[in-house]
T-cell receptor, first 115, second 105 residues
Framework: DTGVSQDPRHKITKRGQNVTFRCDPI?????LYWYRQTLGQGPEFLTY????????KSRLLSDRFSAERPKGSFSTLEIQRTEQGDSAMYLC?????????????FGSGTRLTVV | GEDVEQSLFLSVREGDSSVINCTYTDSSSTYLYWYKQEPGAGLQLLTY?????DMKQDQRLTVLLNKKDKHLSLRIADTQTGDSAIYFC?????FGAGTRLTVKP
């Protein structure tokens, strides 16, 4: 297993366009998390899945953001009608329920630039 | 609401001890974590502590937990230049803003 994979690594988009990011977690991990990180800040929690169920969603997350994990494996994060304030690094992490002492394994992130 | 707070910067000399502090608000956390982020790299789990422990030692790292005050600290003994990084405190899904540790030779 190569760890948590995110695609693409970089995305530049024009304001108002929709973008979609993909995350492939570690195959044995049933929990998957999306975070957003801006310069000088810690990862900001967006949402998390246990298997295919979306169990928690940050109340800071606007309706323009949606995430799916249809088969309990990979996940997608879509941002509709992007705004310049959406520019950030989007991080995906995965973990195993019952393996909390191992923490999260993070991917390298997708850097979004909205111009 | 729930929050995790840390001081933003720490500068030490090589060989000294570093202490990074964190406060959190969610008392139901079973585990508390320290992650390390090196320049241009992703976040990696550095260490963790179970909530029924007061202290955990792992080589040069010592984690102290004061549940009453909801205070967590990370001590790095004999700090090396390779320890220069951003250190994040985390509980459940929430992370602090990170403490940038700079180690001067």
């Amino acid at each position: 297993d190569t760890g948590v994979s995110q695609d693409p690594r970089h995305k530049i988009t024009k304001r108002g366009q929709n973008v979609t990011f993909r995350c492939d977690p570690i195959s044995e991990h049933n929990r998957l998390y999306w975070y957003r990180q801006t310069l000088g800040q810690g990862p900001e929690f967006l949402t998390y899945f246990q298997n295919e169920a979306q169990l928690e969603k940050s109340r800071l997350l606007s309706d323009r953001f949606s995430a799916e994990r249809p088969k309990g494996s990979f996940s997608t994060l879509e941002i509709q009608r992007t705004e310049q304030g959406d520019s950030a690094m989007y991080l995906c992490a995965s973990s195993l329920q019952g393996g909390e002492n191992y923490g999260y394994t993070f991917g390298s992130g997708t850097r979004l630039t909205v111009v | 609401g729930e929050d995790v707070e840390q001081s933003l910067f720490l500068s030490v000399r090589e060989g000294d001890s570093s202490v990074i502090n964190c406060t959190y608000t969610d008392s139901s956390s079973t585990y508390l974590y320290w992650y390390k982020q090196e320049p241009g790299a992703g976040l990696q789990l550095l260490t963790y502590i179970f909530s029924n422990m007061d202290m955990k030692q792992d080589q040069r790292l010592t984690v102290l937990l004061n549940k009453k005050d909801k205070h967590l600290s990370l001590r790095i003994a004999d700090t090396q230049t390779g320890d220069s990084a951003i250190y994040f405190c985390a509980e459940k899904v929430r992370f602090g803003a990170g403490t940038r540790l700079t180690v001067k030779p």
